[in-house]
């Protein structure tokens, strides 16, 4: 089953800086799809406050109660769209392990596989990232990871030098994709969290 594609956009409480998602020189080719691939990104929930002095180091910062709460919130409102998933591409980095299993407790996911992606960090490379898809060889993933790292993934693979969407925390993306490469997909659907949350409560 596809997504639905999403009338709203969203906005970051902290965009990136803006980066060159793609080599100025040469478009670069990871791989070769057929059948059309679905790729969902979606950005960890609300987590630790950097600034708050009991804070850890940044891989080890956890989600929030809060943060928790409203990701639950976020994944049963996704699953009224029925998205397809095979598999799930995770951040080491604990908010989004935690979040990961937030949305998969939300959609019973107990065969479904998780693997750890140390290219999802959030000063990954997009290239890495797709070269991870490319290797997984799943046919509708869910990436889970930051920002800035999820909106380089995004504007690579739409063929945008520069990051066309600032994911919120729990706000999610999906791409429809042809090839594993600069430019071979497109932006099917862009949710905000709060419109996932309402979307729970209908």
Same mark, same amino acid.
């Given at each position: ?7 709203? !956009?969203? &906005?970051?409480?902290? =965009?990136? %800086? ?12 990871? @791989? +070769? ?9 979606? &950005? ?9 002095? $009991? ?6 910062? $956890?989600? /929030?109660?809060? @943060?928790?709460? &409203? +990701? ?6 996704? $699953?009224?769209?029925? =998205? ?14 935690? !979040? ?12 479904? %596989? ?11 490379? =997009?290239s890495a990232v797709v070269g991870e898809i490319a290797r997984a060889q799943l046919s509708a993933p869910l990436l889970v990871g930051h ?7 995004? $504007? ?8 066309? /969407?600032?994911?919120?925390k729990a706000g999610l993306a999906t791409l429809e994709v042809n090839e594993l490469a600069q430019g071979g997909g497109r932006l099917a659907?862009?949710? !905000?969290?709060? /419109?996932? &949350? ?5």
């Amino acid at each position: 089953m596809r997504t639905s594609p999403a009338r709203s !956009t969203s &906005r970051s409480d902290g =965009p990136p %800086e803006p980066v060159d998602a793609s080599p100025a020189t040469k478009r670069l080719v990871i @791989g +070769t799809l057929h059948p059309l691939v679905l790729i969902h990104l979606l &950005r960890h929930g609300i987590s630790m406050d950097r600034a708050d002095p $009991a804070c850890p180091p940044d891989p080890e910062r $956890a989600l /929030t109660d809060k @943060g928790r709460q &409203r +990701t639950k919130d976020v994944a049963r409102g996704w $699953a009224r769209l029925e =998205p397809m998933i095979d598999g799930l591409l995770v951040s080491p980095y604990r908010r989004a392990v935690q !979040t990961a299993e937030v949305v998969a407790g939300v959609f019973a996911w107990d065969s479904v %596989e998780r693997r750890l992606c140390d290219a999802l960090i959030p000063m990954g490379e =997009p290239s890495a990232v797709v070269g991870e898809i490319a290797r997984a060889q799943l046919s509708a993933p869910l990436l889970v990871g930051h920002a800035p790292n999820l909106d380089l993934v995004i $504007a690579f693979l739409v063929g945008a030098r520069l990051p066309v /969407t600032a994911l919120k925390k729990a706000g999610l993306a999906t791409l429809e994709v042809n090839e594993l490469a600069q430019g071979g997909g497109r932006l099917a659907a862009l949710y !905000t969290p709060s /419109t996932l &949350r309402e979307l729970a409560e209908r």
